[in-house]
């Protein structure tokens, strides 16, 4: 057997039944090279290893939770492809997306990260929205041409191995949101450059329960601390009247408009918030 030409990592934990519909994805990539598929369990404690075993991946797992980031590390050391994408474990990925990545490497060989459009995909009873914001999953949409970027994100991101012999792994202190970012600022302080690859684009899922307004609302609630937290330590965070008047936006466009997704957005000002007012 050839030896892969990319590998592709899937951090998770304890989302069993998504990561059946990523793996179930990924096996169906239509790609003239050959391809391997790692799962790194992060410390689940569902049945995340049958699933992986069902879908004939190779399969690693931490005793106990570390964070995505070390999760990435793990499946970067599992592997020796030259190439390696990573998704969350909430992806559907189209049969062409992992051969449109590979493609973007190929013509951008000037990246050493690359990353494409990732589509919000609220599945059953979702809220309705107004149609100014975007619904409260991590999306990506920088256009139809591939251009140089500043950043992507790790639901659908590539890393050549040499840029991470070159500058380190995935820094393991950094928690979720923001965990990639860090990485991709050092990339760029090391001279490195990053590429958006249109057509490798795929969906970021929300299903069932997950995707009703309450679920969303405590998710981006969860978020909006997390956010702050990175912001923190980036020293970019708002000032205290700065998130107050988010907040207040966040409810003048649920009255004013009458959209419910007002309410996910105060759910994240309020995150914020609280967070603030912990570490100021």
């Not at 950094?174 to 490195?192: C, F, K, N, Q, S």
Request: aromatic share 4%; charged share 25%; with cysteine.
């Amino acid at each position: 057997m050839s030896a892969p030409a990319v590998s592709v990592v899937v951090p998770t934990r304890n989302r069993a039944d998504y990561l059946a519909v990523t793996l179930e994805s990924l096996a169906a990539q239509r790609i003239d090279v050959p391809y391997e598929v790692v799962v790194v369990d992060d410390g689940s404690s569902d049945s995340t290893e049958s699933v992986a075993e069902r879908a004939g991946v190779a399969f690693k797992r931490h005793d106990s939770p570390r964070g995505p980031n070390a999760a990435r590390n793990t499946g970067i050391a599992e592997t020796t492809a030259p190439l390696v994408a990573l998704v969350d474990d909430d992806v559907r990925a189209p049969a062409g997306w992992l051969a449109a990545l590979v493609a973007g490497a190929a013509r951008h060989e000037w990246a050493e990260a690359l990353g494409g459009p990732i589509r919000a995909s609220l599945e059953g009873p979702a809220p309705g929205v107004c149609g100014r914001e975007s619904a409260p999953i991590t999306t990506l949409d920088l256009g139809g041409a591939d251009t140089e970027t500043t950043f992507v994100w790790s639901a659908n991101m590539a890393v050549r191995r040499s840029a991470v012999e070159r500058i380190g792994v995935f820094d393991e202190d950094v928690p979720i949101y923001g965990d990639e970012e860090e990485w991709l600022i050092r990339l760029h302080a090391a001279g490195g450059r990053v590429a958006y690859v249109a057509g490798a684009g795929l969906d970021h899922r929300r299903a069932g329960g997950d995707a009703q307004l309450r679920s969303l609302a405590r998710a981006e609630y969860r978020r909006g601390r997390a956010v702050r937290r990175n912001d923190h330590r980036k020293g970019t965070a708002l000032s205290l009247p700065g998130e107050l008047r988010n907040l207040a936006g966040a409810g003048w466009h649920t009255l004013r408009r009458r959209c419910p997704q007002g309410l996910i957005m105060g759910a994240h000002s309020v995150g914020r918030l609280a967070e603030a007012l912990r570490r100021p």
